[in-house]
């Protein structure tokens, strides 16, 4: 069953780091780039950042650009996004899904594909 599964997320104060995680099964992770989405509570979904199928090419929405870093480890199927210097602003749902490619205009980033359940993030004193 072809599927991503996200983790890592939790409450954090402000100015804390999260490192959370996307794992892949049920189909090669290696041919695909992968974005990580997040949805705060009465907002629409907006992509967050994505990394291209080697790893090479990454790209970053305005609001997370310089504290958010996305990785990938293709031997372990996973791909991570390393989130520091957190805001309450970034208290959201966080999911990744696959996107057809990696491009500088993150806002316009689609997934396709299965999604998962996602992970909460709480950022608050």
């Known amino acids: 069953q072809l599927q991503l599964v996200e983790s890592g997320g939790g409450l954090v104060q402000p100015g804390g780091s999260l490192r959370l995680s996307c794992v892949a099964s049920?189909?090669?992770?290696?041919?695909?780039?992968i974005g990580w989405f997040r949805q705060a509570p009465g907002k629409e979904r907006e992509g967050v950042s994505c990394?291209?199928?080697?790893?090479?090419?990454?790209n970053y929405a305005r609001s997370v650009k310089g504290r958010f870093t996305i990785s990938r480890d293709n031997a372990k199927k996973t791909v991570y996004l390393q989130m520091n210097s957190l805001e309450p602003e970034d208290t959201a749902i966080y999911y990744c899904?696959?996107?057809?490619?990696?491009?500088?205009?993150?806002?316009?980033?689609?997934?396709?594909?299965?999604w998962g359940q996602g992970t909460q993030v709480t950022v608050s004193s």
């Open positions: 899904a696959r996107v057809r490619a990696c491009l500088p205009d993150i806002a316009t980033m689609r997934g396709f594909g299965s």
């Open positions: 049920g189909f090669t992770l290696d041919y695909y780039a």
């Open positions: 990394i291209n199928s080697s790893g090479d090419i990454t």
